[in-house]
């Protein structure tokens, strides 16, 4: 039902639509073929180098912790490295598991993520350990 909704709005509104999946979204988007027809084109996203994922975990550490990461910090040095270990550069899983942080901050009053605050996140969502 939501991929016609999606289709119907795409051809009323002149809408570009981004559709961003698991590997596979296309194999799944194949079964509905008025949708299928209207897609341009299918581009696999491979996961961010650690250079390409820095800007990315600055954005969504000031976000969260409404202050910029510090590198003399040990501690937010360990959380960073286990955010970067636990995502593998992969950007989805990296946004879902901050707005999970931010959810486990905001619970906790918490002002800064640390390796708990990870790992507690973590739990929350459904991912593989290693």
Known sequence: YGFEEVRDAYDHF???VVFIGMPGIQTRLARYPQLYSRIGFVHLVRPLSEAQMQPVLDYHWHKVCRQPFDPQQRSQMEARATIMA???GNFRLMDRLFAQIERVMKINHLQMI???VVEVAREGLV???G
């Open 127 to 129: 991912i593989g350990t």
């Open 114 to 116: 640390t390796c708990e």
């Open 86 to 88: 636990m995502t593998r």
């Open 14 to 16: 002149d809408l570009a």
